[in-house]
């Protein structure tokens, strides 16, 4: 089965600390995926990247960015965290073909104080 | 650009009743996917089923299937025989692009009673 593990469940910062979320897969998948999840709003993309180094912004990336150094590995990063990002966070991965899945993580729980 | 509706924020059924959450979508592509996801307490997303937008039959998983009209842009999902297990946020998703980055709608709960 694809793991798709998240570094944290829960994580409570404050406002303006630079906050990292790191997702690792272990299926040797190209795509690699940033959602966010807010009631009401299902899931929106922040960023993405289809290869090491590589990455696109989603449709929310605004006060975000990403790094993948290593293909298994794609982390999500605060520059300076606010009240408005607190939210769920979602990595997924997938292969970059467009009739395969994609595989979710178990969520990041986000509190910005 | 993509979007993805779903109308129905949270619905009730009780066990081993039948139960049907409808999506649209829109896009002006012609090669694309579908595919319903099932988020329950845990969190864990979960692929329930997909569709591809060339096939005229309808997908089935088990109790899971859908009802897909190309024409009016509807990809419906029906649980057969609910159980208790299958209390969750569904999510309807829409893949067009060779990324295969999905375009989600809001999300509607279901929850089943006993």
């Known amino acids: 089965d694809v793991k798709v593990t998240q570094s944290s469940r829960y994580l409570v910062k404050r406002t303006g600390e630079k906050v990292f979320l790191e997702c690792v897969q272990d299926?040797?998948?190209?795509?690699m995926f940033w959602y966010r999840q807010d009631p009401g709003l299902g899931l929106r993309l922040i960023y993405f990247?289809?290869?090491?180094?590589?990455?696109e912004k989603g449709d929310i990336p605004e006060g975000y960015s990403v790094s993948r150094e290593k293909k298994e590995r794609f982390s999500l990063i605060l520059e300076s965290a606010s009240t408005n990002q607190t939210s769920m966070y979602l990595c997924?991965?997938?292969?970059?073909?467009?009739?395969?899945?994609?595989?979710f993580g178990d969520g990041t729980r986000l509190s910005i104080l | 650009a993509q979007t993805v509706t779903q109308s129905q924020p949270e619905m009730s059924v009780q066990e081993a009743e039948t139960v049907t959450l409808s999506c649209t979508y829109d896009?002006?592509?012609?090669?694309?996917?579908l595919f319903w996801y099932k988020q329950p307490p845990s969190r864990q997303m979960i692929l329930v089923i997909r569709?591809?937008?060339?096939?005229?039959q309808n997908a089935t998983e088990n109790r899971f299937s859908v009802n897909f009209q190309k024409a009016a842009k509807s990809f419906s999902l029906k649980i057969s025989d609910s159980q208790l297990g299958d209390t969750a946020m569904y999510f309807c998703?829409?893949?067009?692009?060779?990324?295969?980055?999905?375009?989600f709608g809001a999300g509607t709960q279901v929850v089943v009673t006993p």
């Open positions: 997924a991965s997938s292969f970059r073909v467009l009739r395969q899945p994609q595989h």
């Open positions: 299926m040797d998948h190209e795509n």
């Open positions: 990247s289809y290869d090491v180094k590589m990455k």
């Open positions: 896009t002006s592509e012609n090669n694309y996917y």
């Open positions: 569709q591809e937008a060339y096939k005229q």
């Open positions: 998703a829409l893949a067009t692009d060779s990324w295969g980055k999905l375009q």
